[in-house]
């Protein structure tokens, strides 16, 4: 990460005594600018001898007092790379999550990211829409309805609209979707209407009534997606220096 290059992105979404929430941060690394929004899933390894696992960003706050920029996130991990090992029991395509959130300062977030994930290969690979559908979306305004439709699934309705308009400029508008764990029932329903949809046109992808059964529409890149069912207790993570304890209370509040 570049010094002094943590800044956030569009405006706050709420107060709470010294702290300030936002919906997403900017960061520059390997002199490539990025963008990580709330309900994004992204690549982290905790450290350098960890395995990788999937991230999902839940919360970002500013500590006014002493100007702390800190992060939550739910972290996945392949059921061979958890304490009790792969099991016949287990999905192809499933993680499971640590069972307590990790509460990070934004800087040390920055340095678990790893932006080369060309190696993952886990997960139902979802082929990206095709070109022509995606010139339809671009001159119907069809895109900023799926953009509105993912808000108020993934992230509980808040606008993104300033952080989409950010990452266009960047041409990074999709990376947050280059992985996604669902729920089991979702996976479930995501599956189903795959079955359904065999042999038609990808253009049903972005129906609304297709989305609202539980379809995903991956607008660019080869998207993987992966299922959780269960927790984990992961005692490592108790042990690294880059974990925020101190503010364990405070999400404890953020969840009731």
């Not at 702390?68 to 009790?84: A, I, N």
């Not at 606008?159 to 764990?181: C, I, M, S, T, Y």
Request: glycine residues 8%; contains cysteine.
């Amino acid at each position: 990460m570049e010094p002094n290059s943590l800044k956030w992105v569009g405006s706050s979404c709420g107060l709470h005594g010294p702290y300030i929430f936002y919906k997403a941060f900017k960061f520059t690394g390997d002199g490539k600018a990025r963008i990580l929004a709330l309900g994004d899933f992204f690549f982290v390894r905790c450290k350098p001898e960890d395995p990788i696992c999937i991230a999902e960003l839940q919360l970002l706050w500013e500590e006014r007092t002493s100007k702390q920029l800190l992060s939550s996130s739910k972290l996945y991990f392949l059921p061979e790379d958890t304490p009790q090992g792969r099991s016949v029991a287990h999905g192809e395509h499933e993680v499971i999550a640590v069972s307590e959130k990790v509460i990070v300062r934004l800087q040390d977030l920055v340095k678990w990211t790893v932006p080369d994930f060309s190696g993952w290969a886990n997960g139902l690979k979802v082929e990206p829409l095709k070109s022509s559908v995606l010139r339809e979306l671009g001159t119907n305004g069809r895109r900023e309805a799926l953009h509105r439709y993912r808000e108020s699934t993934l992230t509980s309705g808040l606008n993104f609209k300033d952080v989409q308009r950010e990452r266009a400029h960047l041409g990074q508008e999709e990376d947050g979707r280059k992985v996604l764990v669902l729920s089991y029932p979702q996976y479930c329903r995501y599956r189903s209407v795959l079955a359904r949809l065999r042999e038609q046109p990808s253009s049903l992808l972005i129906d609304h009534t297709v989305l609202a059964l539980g379809g995903i529409a991956a607008l660019g890149g080869s998207t993987r997606i992966l299922y959780c069912r269960d927790t984990f207790e992961h005692p490592a993570l108790l042990q690294n220096e880059s974990i925020c304890d101190e503010f364990g209370e405070f999400c404890s509040w953020r969840k009731g």
